[in-house]
């Protein structure tokens, strides 16, 4: 599965009503460690289908950075049930952000 852009007009469908686990990633273009997490993002979108996979540029939605306290970046959240359940900030090694979905 791809990876999804997340923006406040579809936050509600793509994140709050998925009917899958969703890990967004808070992220921006001129940030290094978010570059370097990117591609780990990506092939976690390719290869867990169990999951889908978000991704918010806080520079573009700052009120979504904002609505989850999303002070530091590159942060990942994990959304079950329309509910913010996990966090992680900073570079995380695959293997850790797969034992993170479960």
């Not at 002070?71 to 913010?84: H, N, V």
Request: glycine share 6%; aromatic share 6%; hydrophobic share 45%.
């Amino acid at each position: 599965m791809s990876v999804v852009t997340i923006t406040k007009e579809n936050f509600r469908t793509e994140v709050l009503e998925s009917d899958k686990p969703v890990l967004v990633d808070f992220w921006a273009a001129w940030c290094g460690p978010c570059r370097m997490l990117s591609p780990v993002v990506d092939e976690i979108a390719e290869e867990t289908g169990s999951v889908k996979v978000g991704k918010v540029n806080v520079d573009e939605q700052p009120a979504l950075a904002e609505q989850f306290g999303v002070a530091s970046i590159p942060t990942l959240i994990l959304f079950r049930d329309g509910k913010a359940v996990e966090t992680s900030v900073g570079v995380r090694p695959k293997a850790v952000i797969l034992a993170m979905l479960g």
